[in-house]
């Protein structure tokens, strides 16, 4: 059953060092709180795993929390380079960065293989593709009933699962809704998750279909108004499209970058207090 | 109006989604381009995203493949497993439309690095959706800007296959698909040779001459017997994309359209 605890409690308590932390959401509800929680608490040596690292992977990699990464899309959307990524994998700064490179449609499988309680999914894809000559599991599998050649990845097993959603209610039930992403799938195929929510309400009031994760598998809640900026929450704030085109020049070097994470992340309590400075900065420009 | 060579490009693209298309779209170029065609000749165009939105129908362009507009005007939002599976890995796209880094003269793309794999020049962002798109799709449609950088006779890495080694590698890797059916640039349309499968040059852009596409394609490139002008962009199809842009900019406070 979910408990709805602080974010720094949820991570202190579920997120250890040489884990591995899969924090996904597709543009939108990007777990950013949680990610900035993880460097607060300098974790360390953790394997990430996400489609598309983003700037909140950005943030991790070049605070030096991660050892490994599994992912399938590394650019700033709508923007071009993340460049503290790519620090990592061109010049090994600040420390070497390993990659397990796949495509989408090779994370997506392996994420719902691994929330259906499989070794591996099957599909096809990767065909032609040198993707699967630098990464062994990339392999080939045979039909047992056809005899067609078909491509197996292993299943997604995270340690923690971390997502951002619009709303739980008090036993821990979690909403979202709007671009889903393979959020659900993280949790279900992870030990622990955790949910940071826009807001903790009373009753749900979702339709039948609507994408629910139980409370019961779930291991904590945590409120953190507008949790996903500088990404969106559908129904509650929009993307931060100019913070994506200024942290292109705020991540371009060390220094400033380095500068910028000490100011906003390290040298502020929680996630309000780096809203509030952004929001102090908005003011400026 | 005078159209500048990005906007001939878009709109010369665009024209290749027939109504009624469902069109897997990359972000970025290929985007606009299809975007451009839902609201001029292909009104019935199904624009489906990776991230999940199928029939989106977005009001300004997308600055990131899950931005919130996509969702609200689509017909119906999926999961990411799903749009893979259901959607396109069960053959249910007419047309893939792509954008790429590198291209080679049998339309294989590149866009995961720049020298060794191991030890990179230049980390690009990888392959996202593009391998399956490109194998999967029922036809293939990429635009990139034409340059000796991006048309190279050897690919540092091929992230999604065009024509393989050319003639018929796609068959014996046993994919469905046709293939990419057009490469459409800044200076001219390619098509692939019936046979070898080597890409084309079947039409120029109005102006350009074959000496420039010569120069900036990294092999020695071939050009069709009859080799056709591109219809220059009609006041329509400018009005419209320039629209489209101004309540793009005025939305999100930067252009999209390029960078993915």
């Not at chain 1, 250890?16 to 950013?32: C, N, Q, R, S």
């Not at chain 2, 500048?4 to 970025?28: N, P, W, Y």
């Not at chain 2, 030890?119 to 449609?141: D, M, W, Y």
């Not at chain 2, 591109?230 to 999100?252: C, D, F, G």
Request: charged fraction near 20%.
């Amino acid at each position: 059953m979910a408990e709805l605890i602080l974010l720094r409690e949820a991570i202190r308590n579920l997120v250890h060092d040489g884990d591995t932390v899969a924090m996904e959401g597709f543009t939108h509800l990007i777990p950013f709180a949680a990610a900035h929680e993880i460097i607060r608490q300098q974790k360390k040596d953790l394997t990430l795993v996400r489609m598309t690292p983003d700037v909140i992977y950005d943030q991790l990699i070049g605070m030096g929390c991660a050892r490994r990464l599994i992912f399938s899309w590394g650019g700033n959307p709508g923007v071009g380079s993340l460049h503290r990524f790519r620090d990592a994998v061109e010049n090994g700064w600040p420390h070497k960065l390993e990659i397990e490179e796949h495509s989408h449609a090779g994370l997506a499988n392996a994420y719902v293989a691994g929330a259906s309680n499989l070794p591996f999914a099957v599909m096809r894809g990767y065909a032609g593709s040198e993707l699967a000559k630098h990464n062994p599991n990339i392999r080939n599998i045979i039909c047992p009933f056809t005899g067609e050649q078909l491509i197996a990845v292993p299943s997604l097993r995270p340690d923690v699962a971390i997502i951002h959603a619009q709303k739980a209610d008090r036993k821990g039930n979690v909403l979202l809704w709007g671009i889903l992403g393979v959020q659900k799938e993280a949790v279900l195929a992870a030990r622990r998750s955790i949910v940071t929510v826009e807001e903790v309400v009373d009753d749900l009031q979702a339709s039948p279909n609507a994408c629910i994760l139980p409370g019961w598998v779930v291991s904590a809640v945590s409120e953190v108004p507008r949790g996903a900026t500088p990404s969106y929450a559908h129904g509650y704030y929009g993307r931060d499209n100019r913070f994506y085109r200024m942290w292109d020049a705020i991540s371009r070097s060390r220094e400033s970058f380095l500068a910028w994470m000490q100011a906003q992340v390290l040298g502020v309590s929680d996630f309000s207090g780096y809203l509030r400075n952004q929001m102090a900065e908005e003011v400026k420009r | 109006m005078k159209a500048t060579t990005t906007e001939r490009m878009t709109i010369a693209s665009s024209r290749r989604l027939k109504d009624g298309d469902v069109c897997f779209v990359g972000i970025g170029l290929p985007s606009t381009a299809a975007n451009l065609a839902r609201l001029t000749h292909a009104r019935n165009v199904v624009l489906i995203y990776e991230s999940g939105p199928i029939g989106a129908k977005p009001r300004v362009l997308p600055l990131s493949v899950g931005d919130g507009d996509l969702a609200e005007t689509a017909d119906t939002v999926v999961s990411t497993p799903e749009i893979f599976r259901y959607w396109l890995q069960a053959r249910r796209i007419d047309v893939g439309f792509l954008g790429a880094a590198q291209i080679d003269r049998f339309a294989n793309i590149n866009t995961t690095v720049i020298g060794p794999y191991e030890t990179p020049k230049t980390r690009l962002p990888g392959a996202g959706g593009a391998p399956e798109i490109a194998s999967s799709a029922k036809r293939v449609l990429i635009i990139l800007r034409h340059s000796l950088r991006a048309f190279v006779s050897k690919l540092d890495f091929v992230t999604s296959i065009g024509f393989g080694e050319g003639g018929d590698h796609r068959a014996r890797l046993g994919l469905p698909g046709a293939g990419p059916q057009a490469v459409v640039t800044d200076l001219c349309s390619f098509e692939p040779d019936p046979e070898s499968r080597e890409l084309v040059v079947t039409s120029l852009q109005e102006g350009v001459t074959r000496e420039k596409v010569a120069a900036a394609t990294g092999w020695p490139v071939r050009f069709a017997q009859t080799l056709n002008t591109i219809e220059p962009p009609s006041e329509k199809e400018l009005t419209v994309l320039r629209e489209l842009q101004q309540r793009t900019m005025i939305a999100h406070g930067v252009a999209a359209g390029d960078a993915s």
